[in-house]
């Protein structure tokens, strides 16, 4: 089955309570975070914190993903020495601008690897662009290495740098969010949008979401439990395009069993982007809880 | 391991614990511990706060801890925080 990772929520590295319950809200993936939301007098205090839960809890299918700090900080190196020894799901990688950051990152998780006798490369590792370099150099960093296993745009940092500021609606980001998607695409791995930080405002997070959905982004990242259910909802195929998917389902079984090559439905040819929309839609729907693969046959 | 100075980790915020270390003249681990969960587990959080600064190799120090329901690996984990800072020491070995 497909790995949902609709959304991905921000747990504070270095608050017990958020840390022991965040897995308890539904949101697919959650990311422990050791840099922006710690203060440097904490860095150490979260590390400890963050380690220690992982080699505890147990998160059940909730996949964990940790946010270190950069490997241009003083921290980075030693979040980094933890947090493969602690093994959650993911390390995130904050701020990549070139493919060089994630070679670096790639060689000195090998070096750890070998270390505790962890087959090299199973370590698996996000990265996030969160500037116009990065944004430049999307492809290149989304190919650097067999770990990544997704890119996800931080739009802070990044309209700051393009000197504007975020609008309701994220004209200023569509280049961006555009860019880093078609390289997610090519390179074969899931692309994240970034937050959206007004909790209290769930029109405007709703037509973010339709509109990143729309784009093709894989999830988004949150900061609020009740942000988890809004997307979900959005990301959920509706009744009708699971009728529809499965009909065209139906439809290539049949032209098969008749050794069909020309597949019809309705009186219309399918071709095989619908096909894969339709096996997606399914995948999706199945993965979100609201079909099973025995009512296609119903 | 040699503690040189106060440290203190962790805050008095709920599910979490406040540990202040200190260097002591006496031989052995003295713990102070005030806790909202005192009578059913004020034992076994000295204990823990005991076994780690020991496997750590601290034979001498004064702990004073506040406990706001801590769990097990919190509770480690700010003991491990406030030792480190006390003992002014960055390094730390991590355990696959």
Known sequence: ?298 | MEIKKVGVAGTVESSDINIVIEPSDKKGIEIELQSTVMKQFGRQIKNLIEETLKSEGVESAVVRATDKGAIDFVIKARALTALYRAAEINEYSWEA
């Open chain 1, 1 to 298: 089955m497909v790995k949902l990772r609709r959304t991905m929520m921000y747990v504070t590295g270095n608050n017990p309570a958020n840390i022991m319950e965040a897995h308890l809200y539904g949101s697919d993936s959650i990311m422990f975070d050791l840099e922006d939301s710690v203060s440097l007098k904490e860095k150490d205090s979260a590390r400890f914190l963050v380690y220690n839960a992982l080699k505890t809890m147990d998160y059940g299918n909730v996949e964990t993903v940790v946010r270190i700090n950069g490997l241009d900080t003083q921290f980075g190196r030693d979040d980094l020495e933890a947090m493969v020894r602690a093994q959650p799901d993911i390390i995130r990688l904050p701020k990549t601008e070139t493919k060089q950051d994630i070679i670096d990152v790639d060689n000195m998780i090998g070096e750890i690897e070998k270390q505790i006798g962890l087959e090299v490369g199973s370590t698996k590792i996000m990265a996030a662009v969160e500037s116009p370099l990065g944004v430049m150099n999307a492809y290149e960093i989304a190919t650097a290495s067999k770990r990544l296993v997704a890119i996800a745009i931080g739009a802070e940092d990044f309209v700051t740098n393009m000197k504007t500021t975020r609008s309701p609606e994220g004209i200023e980001l569509l280049a961006a969010r555009s860019n880093l998607l078609m390289a997610a695409r090519a390179a074969g791995i899931y692309a994240l949008d970034t937050v959206y930080t007004n909790i209290k405002d769930d029109d405007g997070f709703m037509d973010e979401v339709k509109l990143i959905k729309q784009l093709g982004f894989d999830g988004k990242s949150v900061i609020h439990p009740r942000q988890i259910g809004m997307v979900h909802k959005i990301y959920t195929p509706t009744e009708k395009e699971i009728r529809n998917a499965v009909r065209v389902v139906g439809a290539i079984k049949e032209a098969e069993s008749k050794g069909s090559g020309v597949i019809a439905l309705d009186g219309k040819m399918i071709d095989g982007p619908v096909v894969d929309r339709a096996y997606r839609v399914l995948e999706l729907a199945k993965a979100s809880g609201v079909y099973k693969e025995e009512e296609q046959n119903d």
